[in-house]
């Protein structure tokens, strides 16, 4: 069984990559944390917890809500016109009994990576500042953590916030340079592997096709919350019907690490500058800059990583 620790800023592909993990067998989801950023925090957990009601998991998942604002500066606002207003594409899913901890996230994570230590994958959708919170608060989970997969950031892909940088990462630099100078087992998730993979509405009607009984409200919910973030990539990115998979990838490789090639540098993320603040810097020099290690992925098989997301319902 593998325990993994999901941090979401839950919009819609937040919300498949959770519900993913939920469905995936062989994966146990410890909790979720959730921060700013396509949504607040608490609009965040709040679809988390809507999410885990409609995914029914077997176990309990506790959700904590965390950040609403990077650790430098302010929170720009949620991006209704992304992730619509509520963050999963407008899409009205049924209440939760279940209602979030008192616990913030950057507790909910030290007491959970202390409960598993080494057998905690750590994965982040959304900005690192909840994982920044928990390492400078106890920074002896570190040896504790078995690793650390995000989604974020970009080597040679172009941004999606600026000509070099991608939104997570962008959202909080000086959290994300905290986290890579941690000395943790990190792996990247970044633009280079999640513009390469694509839901199509072909995908769609297959899940709708092939969805277990019990996955069916599954899969007419992302079947609605897929109308607003292509509406968004049709306009953003000229995507016919169809849209990049972030979040849902990074659980994946999380989960089978064999979908994606890895190069490792020593990598740093940039915290000044106009165009290129939140920018990776990996260093593939002879003689490179003192940091540790990043493994980054630079290539993922598609097929198989958008068959093996939509496996899990059917
Ligand atoms: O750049 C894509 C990332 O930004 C995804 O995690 C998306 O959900 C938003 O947080
Ligand atoms: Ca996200």
């Known amino acids: 069984m593998q325990n993994i620790l999901i941090d979401a800023d839950t919009g819609i592909d937040d919300s498949i990559a959770i519900l993913f993990a939920l469905k ?8 979720v944390t959730t921060g ?34 990077p650790l430098v500066g302010q929170w ?25 901890l008192a616990e913030p996230a950057c507790d909910l994570i030290i007491r959970m990576v202390r409960k598993h230590p080494h057998q905690l994958t750590l994965v982040t959708l959304g900005r690192m500042t909840n994982l920044a ?23 040679h892909h172009p941004g999606n916030v600026s000509p070099v940088c991608e939104a997570n990462l962008a959202g909080d630099p000086e959290a994300a340079d905290l986290v890579f100078r941690a ?6 998730v970044g633009l280079d592997v999640t513009m390469q993979v694509r839901l199509t509405a072909h995908h769609l009607d297959m899940l709708e096709k ?4 019990e996955n069916r409200p599954i899969a007419a919910y992302i079947r609605q919350a897929m109308k607003v973030y292509y ?10 019907d169809h849209c990049p998979v972030h979040d849902p990838l990074a659980v994946l490789a999380a989960v089978d690490p064999s979908l994606v090639t890895i190069r490792r540098a020593p990598a740093r993320v940039e915290c000044g500058g106009t165009f290129c603040r939140g920018m990776v810097v990996a260093d593939f020099r002879e003689h490179p800059i003192d940091a540790p290690y990043l493994s980054i992925c630079t290539e993922v098989d598609a097929r198989k990583a958008v068959e093996k997301l939509i496996t899990a319902f059917t």
């Open 24 to 31: 995936q067998p062989g994966v146990r989801v410890v909790g």
């Open 36 to 69: 700013c950023g396509n949504t607040s925090a608490a609009q965040a957990a709040e679809n988390t917890l809507r999410l885990i009601h409609l995914a029914q998991p077997p176990y309990n998942v506790p959700v904590a809500i965390g950040a609403n604002a």
């Open 76 to 100: 720009d606002g949620p991006v209704p016109h992304i992730h619509g207003n509520n963050g999963i594409g407008d899409v009205e899913l049924p209440v939760s009994p279940q209602k979030p």
């Open 133 to 155: 919170l928990a390492l400078e608060k106890a920074p002896d989970i570190v040896p504790l953590v078995k690793n650390v997969v995000f989604m974020g950031g970009t080597l």
């Open 183 to 188: 000395g943790l087992d990190l792996t990247m």
């Open 210 to 213: 092939y969805a277990r009984e």
């Open 231 to 240: 509406q968004f990539n049709r306009l953003q990115n000229n995507c016919l």
